[in-house]
């Protein structure tokens, strides 16, 4: 492809990026993933092409933590594709291969994206707060414990906003946690104590 021949052509040009993300987002790809038994094969792995080009942007450019979020979603269908190459690269490449700066800055947009989302029910699903925890935010943590780092990729105020918001918020808001995601947060619990 383009981008293995010219690294850096798909993060130079982020009107190309927009459109990919926008074909992701559309509403077209998501009734087509619902209906994959009745796609031709170039319908059934345009999510797998879309899904390898974020990959490519990503190895390029780690600060693109929003797309990484996005691609989460796929694991909220069910599907013939196979997408072990995405939970590798979220749970090899980026929970253990990241800088702690930059896995800093994956912890933060998940916790802002976790308390927007029972704040406002907008910005994503609990499908994909439970993918992002198992597949990345526990993993990552793991390893930055193990790596004895843990003060460089979660700091004080991050403790804070994951016991307050995450793990002890009011009942209004708990009250809306559906079981995986209780489950991923007890995960998250016990890695922490």
């Known amino acids: 492809t383009l981008t293995k021949i010219v690294p850096g052509w798909l993060r130079a040009h982020g009107t190309v990026i927009e459109v990919l993300r926008a074909r992701w987002m559309s ?17 059934l792995l345009e999510s797998k ?11 390029e450019d780690h600060s693109q933590v929003m797309v990484v979020f996005e691609m989460l979603s ?14 590798e690269f979220l749970s090899e490449e980026m ?3 990241f800088s702690p700066a930059e896995r800093k800055a994956v912890m933060t947009y998940f916790l ?5 989302f029972f704040q406002t029910k907008s910005g994503t699903t609990q499908d994909q707060l439970v993918s ?20 460089e990729v979660l700091d004080d105020a991050m403790v804070e906003v994951i016991v307050r918001e995450l793990l002890d918020p009011p009942e209004a808001i708990s009250g809306l946690y559906d079981e995986a995601l209780r489950i991923e947060l007890l995960q998250l619990a016990t890695l922490l104590i």
């Open 27 to 43: 509403a077209a790809r998501q009734q087509c993933l619902a209906n994959e038994e009745n796609l031709t094969t170039a319908q």
């Open 49 to 59: 092409r879309l899904v390898k080009c974020f990959l490519t942007l990503v190895r």
């Open 74 to 87: 796929i694991f909220n269908v069910r599907t013939r594709v196979d997408y072990t190459f995405l939970k």
């Open 95 to 97: 929970a253990k291969k």
């Open 112 to 116: 802002n994206l976790f308390v927007v």
């Open 132 to 151: 992002a925890l198992q597949l990345l935010v526990i993993p990552m943590l793991a390893d930055a414990l193990e790596q004895k780092y843990k003060q």
